[in-house]
């Protein structure tokens, strides 16, 4: 159990347009979805926390109107990435948390995103 | 952009010896904290957890250790295998808020 899929696993785009990423709960039901972003060899960066049903809560320095984030069922959260720049490649990992349980976190595969 | 230059610490070991990945976190009214293991290219995936009110805890070949007093954590790893190479992350958590990660440590297994 606590499957998390995303889809696409990578994705090249060009720069000036927009990539929607999905992130799907398979087996259970999550209130709450995060996106994170990751740079080689660097750990894992908070981007925003999704709740079902309300406005997502960006971290500090992630704008909101670039990385929009819907979370419009228990299983299903999406980002796009508008207007995409070479600066935006990089690894995008969404995780579900449980509705119920400690807390814990369980990730998506990731999608690797080029702009060219 | 992207940062240059920056690496992980690295653990290097042989198959088959025992591996000890070593973490400190931050927060003092932290009540869990979860060990995730990364494989290249992947998804961080959940290898086990553990709450404030424990001081060890075990499961398959990996048993993590909790020690309040110094904020430390660490995840030993039995009979380590060439499988188990990858970043190994620590994250704590408190009640329902966003998980903290740790930096990582690459772990690489040679046979």
């Known amino acids: 159990g606590a499957v998390v899929s995303q889809h696409p696993s990578w994705v090249i785009c060009k720069s000036g347009t927009s990539v929607k990423i999905e992130c799907r709960s398979l087996?259970?039901?999550?209130?709450?979805m995060f996106w994170y972003r990751q740079f080689p060899k660097q750990s894992l960066m908070l981007m925003a926390t999704?709740?079902?049903?309300?406005?997502?809560?960006?971290e500090q320095g992630v704008e909101k109107d670039k990385f929009l984030i819907n979370h419009a069922s228990l299983t299903l959260s999406t980002l796009t990435v508008t207007s995409a720049h070479p600066e935006d490649s990089s690894f995008y990992i969404c995780?579900?948390?449980?509705?119920?349980?400690?807390?814990?976190?369980?990730f998506g595969p990731g999608t690797r995103l080029t702009v060219t | 952009g992207e940062s240059v230059g920056l690496h992980l610490p690295t653990l290097s070991v042989q198959e088959g010896d025992n591996s000890i990945i070593n973490c400190a976190y931050s927060?003092?009214?932290?009540?869990?904290f979860i060990w995730y293991k990364q494989e290249s290219g992947k998804g961080p995936q959940f290898i086990i957890d553990?709450?404030?009110?424990?001081d060890k805890r075990q499961g398959q070949r990996v048993t993590v250790l909790l020690n309040k007093t110094v904020k430390h954590l660490s995840l030993q790893i039995a009979a380590t295998q060439p499988g188990d190479s990858a970043v190994y992350f620590c994250?704590?958590?408190?009640?329902?808020?966003?998980?903290?990660f740790g930096k990582g440590t690459m772990l690489l297994v040679s046979p």
């Open positions: 995780s579900a948390r449980r509705s119920s349980g400690i807390g814990e976190q369980y």
């Open positions: 087996d259970f039901q999550a209130t709450t």
């Open positions: 999704s709740n079902e049903g309300s406005k997502a809560t960006y």
């Open positions: 927060n003092s009214a932290s009540d869990y």
């Open positions: 553990i709450r404030s009110n424990m």
């Open positions: 994250a704590e958590g408190a009640g329902y808020s966003t998980l903290t």
